[in-house]
């Protein structure tokens, strides 16, 4: 599944962010007066392009989790070779979330005067809390007596291990639907000729919800202009443009690091195989994911190349590089985990090591359910923010709205790019290092070095 034309998309997306800065800055700002929540432009973008996002979370993360689990294939396969992948998949995403984190900390884009950040939350956060599913969390966090950092990683470890799955899907807790997603998936994946049915209908409801997925990212360029209006309006261009290029700078450098140096140690550990002679060779499948800004549609394109070119086995290929392209992201977990903590800092929030913590693992978790489609981290970073919300009521701290994101999204696109192709890097890698384990005959291709 791919867009029917994603240049015009990245068009109008950027046409939208352009609008929203002239018509935030030239009509809407006004230096004395800051705009409230109910401002027609936040509904606006709420509607039209937040409250869809959010109403995809749970049934793309629990049918996306289950589709990549079951093409493992056989019990045989659910052995020692997808648990190696598995394996690999989480280190590298942990790998990757924790540079982000490491680095946005360090650097602080989103670090504003106190006044700005001050305007730039709005009061509507409380009442966001309640209706989008959080509230539950946030009671419970603030009703504990244990110490903040405790409690939010026993709300996490909560979340991991649900009481009743169906109670987390309607409240929106989806560390648990993750979890039980992944055991489905192994159980439908060992249930042999009798699950069949079932491992079909759910790789039908998920094109069917990539499709859907798909028709709301075309509603971002209407939704990126009244957001974008919304938040330029409240507290002005000139108090955003620094950060913003900041965050964005930042996450490419994130990105550029992973890809260029800690996947390339991985495979050189693992495999002692010349990394970026490797990385030329799957130099189509990274420009392809690069220009349809999709690991799902660079699919085709990424097993040719490792079959052909990058000397990886056909097994390997098919079996690593189709379930990389589900639950692998590497760039969208490191995206996550600096986007989130600049929105925190961009509204004047110090997120301390328990929850840096708790963006560490939630944003790990949470890039197993993003589709390989474009923008789809936009819809599991609600994960993460709504799990550092949890733990930051622990210190009476009002939580981070889902409508933050709004300063973002308009950039997002072209960070869309970067990371999609740091995503089909790492699977390209997984499959370079998972073939020696199940072996055929392959036929590199030749190369510059």
């Given at each position: 599944?791919?867009?029917?034309?994603?240049?015009?998309?990245?068009?109008?997306?950027?046409?939208?962010?352009?609008?929203?800065?002239?018509?935030?800055?030239?009509?809407?700002?006004?230096?004395?007066?800051?705009?409230?929540?109910?401002?027609?432009?936040?509904?606006?973008?709420?509607?039209?392009?937040?409250?869809?996002?959010?109403?995809?979370?749970?049934?793309?993360?629990?049918?996306?989790?289950?589709?990549?689990?079951?093409?493992?294939?056989?019990?045989?396969?659910?052995?020692?070779?997808?648990?190696?992948?598995?394996?690999?998949?989480?280190?590298?995403?942990?790998?990757?979330?924790?540079?982000?984190?490491?680095?946005?900390?360090?650097?602080?884009?989103?670090?504003?005067?106190?006044?700005?950040?001050?305007?730039?939350?709005?009061?509507?956060?409380?009442?966001?809390?309640?209706?989008?599913?959080?509230?539950?969390?946030?009671?419970?966090?603030?009703?504990?007596?244990?110490?903040?950092?405790?409690?939010?990683?026993?709300?996490?470890?909560?979340?991991?291990v649900p009481r009743n799955v169906i109670s987390d899907m309607a409240?929106?807790?989806?560390?648990?639907?993750?979890?039980?997603?992944?055991?489905?998936?192994?159980?439908?994946?060992?249930?042999?000729?009798?699950?069949?049915?079932?491992?079909?209908?759910?790789?039908?409801?998920?094109?069917?919800?990539?499709?859907?997925?798909?028709?709301?990212?075309?509603?971002?360029?209407?939704?990126?202009?009244?957001?974008?209006?919304?938040?330029?309006?409240?507290?002005?261009?000139?108090?955003?443009?620094?950060?913003?290029?900041?965050?964005?700078?930042?996450?490419?450098?994130?990105?550029?690091?992973?890809?260029?140096?800690?996947?390339?140690?991985?495979?050189?550990?693992?495999?002692?195989?010349?990394?970026?002679?490797?990385?030329?060779?799957?130099?189509?499948?990274?420009?392809?994911?690069?220009?349809?800004?999709?690991?799902?549609?660079?699919?085709?394109?990424?097993?040719?190349?490792?079959?052909?070119?990058?000397?990886?086995?056909?097994?390997?290929?098919?079996?690593?590089?189709?379930?990389?392209?589900?639950?692998?992201?590497?760039?969208?977990?490191?995206?996550?985990?600096?986007?989130?903590?600049?929105?925190?800092?961009?509204?004047?929030?110090?997120?301390?090591?328990?929850?840096?913590?708790?963006?560490?693992?939630?944003?790990?978790?949470?890039?197993?359910?993003?589709?390989?489609?474009?923008?789809?981290?936009?819809?599991?970073?609600?994960?993460?923010?709504?799990?550092?919300?949890?733990?930051?009521?622990?210190?009476?701290?009002?939580?981070?709205?889902?409508?933050?994101?709004?300063?973002?999204?308009?950039?997002?696109?072209?960070?869309?790019?970067?990371?999609?192709?740091?995503?089909?890097?790492?699977?390209?890698?997984?499959?370079?290092?998972?073939?020696?384990?199940?072996?055929?005959?392959?036929?590199?291709?030749?190369?510059?070095?």
């Amino acid at each position: 599944m791919k867009l029917s034309n994603p240049n015009l998309l990245t068009l109008l997306i950027l046409a939208g962010l352009i609008a929203g800065v002239f018509f935030g800055q030239f009509v809407l700002f006004d230096p004395d007066v800051a705009l409230g929540s109910d401002h027609w432009t936040r509904v606006a973008g709420d509607i039209i392009l937040i409250r869809p996002l959010m109403m995809l979370i749970v049934p793309l993360v629990f049918v996306s989790v289950i589709t990549g689990v079951t093409s493992i294939g056989s019990p045989q396969q659910l052995g020692v070779v997808g648990g190696s992948t598995l394996l690999y998949y989480f280190v590298t995403m942990a790998l990757a979330v924790s540079l982000g984190t490491a680095l946005v900390s360090l650097v602080q884009p989103g670090d504003l005067s106190p006044e700005i950040s001050e305007r730039l939350t709005f009061e509507a956060s409380k009442s966001y809390a309640e209706s989008s599913g959080v509230a539950g969390n946030i009671e419970n966090a603030r009703s504990s007596k244990q110490d903040h950092l405790a409690g939010a990683w026993l709300n996490i470890l909560r979340q991991l291990v649900p009481r009743n799955v169906i109670s987390d899907m309607a409240q929106g807790r989806t560390l648990g639907v993750i979890v039980f997603a992944i055991l489905l998936g192994l159980a439908l994946a060992s249930g042999g000729e009798s699950a069949k049915p079932a491992v079909e209908f759910f790789a039908a409801l998920f094109q069917a919800l990539m499709t859907l997925v798909l028709w709301v990212i075309w509603l971002c360029p209407l939704g990126v202009f009244f957001l974008v209006s919304w938040t330029v309006g409240k507290i002005g261009l000139a108090a955003l443009l620094g950060p913003l290029s900041s965050y964005m700078i930042l996450v490419i450098a994130g990105l550029a690091i992973h890809a260029l140096i800690v996947l390339p140690a991985v495979l050189w550990l693992v495999r002692r195989e010349h990394p970026y002679r490797f990385m030329w060779q799957m130099r189509k499948a990274l420009m392809t994911a690069f220009g349809t800004d999709s690991s799902a549609a660079t699919l085709p394109v990424t097993i040719e190349s490792a079959e052909t070119e990058g000397g990886c086995s056909k097994r390997a290929s098919n079996f690593v590089l189709p379930l990389g392209a589900t639950i692998n992201m590497d760039g969208t977990a490191l995206y996550e985990a600096v986007a989130v903590v600049f929105l925190f800092q961009l509204h004047g929030i110090d997120l301390q090591l328990g929850e840096l913590l708790v963006v560490v693992v939630t944003a790990t978790l949470a890039a197993v359910g993003a589709a390989g489609i474009p923008s789809a981290g936009l819809v599991t970073m609600v994960i993460v923010i709504t799990a550092v919300n949890a733990s930051l009521a622990g210190r009476g701290i009002e939580p981070l709205p889902v409508s933050a994101i709004g300063v973002i999204i308009g950039v997002d696109r072209i960070l869309d790019m970067c990371r999609t192709t740091v995503n089909v890097w790492g699977d390209a890698v997984g499959a370079k290092i998972i073939s020696p384990m199940v072996p055929d005959p392959s036929a590199p291709g030749s190369d510059p070095f």
